[in-house]
């Protein structure tokens, strides 16, 4: 008797801790994904229709995303829990707001303490040597699987005329409230009207009297029209987007799956993706997304 009463106690202990757990974990994703969810609490119900939840606490999976008044702003906020040997958690979580140009991945430890070593955009490069460049061009994008560990990263550009305010080539993430942003998307009208496909690379190297006078004529015409202040400054822009396509055409793989390992409580190394399709600098330019204000 005392067998069965010792059982049965101890089964309820167990559900107690388990159901406590389980509240403490769903208390945990639903912490981290304010930062889109927010946007929906004061809404009416019609408006709360474009909310999408997906929520998967047992396994450690939570997903809040939609469109929310008055301009029609998309946002997501995708957080999930790995497990280690220990039964510990690691958290990672991704955030994108459309309308504030916002894109980032976060952890609640280091990153690089979680991450295979020396992780970053020269793991997808032939190149440990990337250009100079004024600010950050690649943001590596981080999938979060519903089901499962597998991390699908991928290397994006960030886009062009951003200008996110860091000393480095890439990020994790990046916000036009962390940058100096300027409209440059009319680059796209100048590189699809001109003739010559060294018209570019004469105005980058000052060497004016070389650009035909078809092609003169457009330069001249953006900056006519405040575009652009100066030839100076266009070949300047122009120089810096060399650079950034010159990092493109040195990635490897266009992508990188990374495991996770619960013993070492860290991702792995566990796939690397093909070489991206070759571009034309003009077409890199011209299939590009370009900043340009919302709202």
């Known amino acids: 008797m005392k067998k069965y009463v010792f059982t049965i106690c101890f089964l309820v202990l167990s559900n107690c801790i388990w159901a406590q757990e389980h509240k403490e974990l769903k208390n945990l994703l639903w912490e981290n994904v304010e930062s889109c969810f927010s946007n929906f609490k004061n809404l009416n119900k019609k408006d709360k229709n474009n909310l999408e939840i997906i929520e998967d606490t047992k396994n450690g999976y939570l997903e809040v995303c939609g469109t929310y008044p008055t301009c029609g702003c998309y946002c997501s906020a995708v957080v999930a829990v790995f497990k280690d040997a220990n039964k510990n958690?690691?958290?990672?979580?991704?955030?994108?707001?459309?309308?504030?140009?916002?894109?980032?991945v976060s952890s609640d430890k280091e990153m690089e303490q979680i991450l295979p070593n020396n992780f970053g955009f020269s793991t997808f490069s032939s190149s440990q040597i990337i250009p100079f460049l004024k600010h950050p061009a690649y943001y590596l994008n981080f999938k979060i699987p519903i089901k499962g560990t597998d991390i699908k990263v991928t290397p994006e550009l960030i886009p062009l005329g951003l200008n996110v305010n860091k000393n480095s080539a890439w990020?994790?993430?990046?916000?036009?409230?962390?940058?100096?942003?300027?409209?440059?998307?009319?680059?796209?009208?100048?590189?699809?009207?001109?003739?010559?496909?060294?018209?570019?690379?004469?105005?980058?190297?000052?060497?004016?009297?070389?650009?035909?006078?078809?092609?003169?004529?457009i330069i001249n015409t953006s900056i006519t029209d405040n575009d652009f202040s100066s030839s100076k400054e266009l070949?300047?822009?122009?120089?810096?987007?060399?650079?950034?396509?010159?990092?493109?055409?040195?990635?490897?793989?266009?992508?990188?799956?990374?495991g996770w390992d619960k013993e070492k409580a860290a991702f792995f190394i566990k796939e690397k993706g093909d070489k991206p399709e070759t571009i034309t600098f003009k077409n890199f330019l011209l299939h590009a997304n370009y900043w340009e204000p919302i709202c």
């Open 89 to 104: 958690y690691t958290l990672l979580k991704t955030n994108e707001n459309v309308c504030s140009w916002t894109k980032n």
């Open 171 to 217: 990020v994790y993430g990046y916000s036009q409230n962390n940058a100096t942003p300027k409209s440059i998307s009319n680059l796209k009208k100048i590189v699809s009207s001109i003739s010559n496909s060294k018209t570019i690379d004469y105005l980058i190297s000052g060497n004016i009297d070389s650009i035909a006078k078809q092609d003169l004529k």
């Open 235 to 258: 070949a300047g822009i122009f120089e810096e987007l060399k650079n950034i396509y010159q990092a493109y055409v040195n990635i490897q793989h266009n992508y990188i799956i990374l």
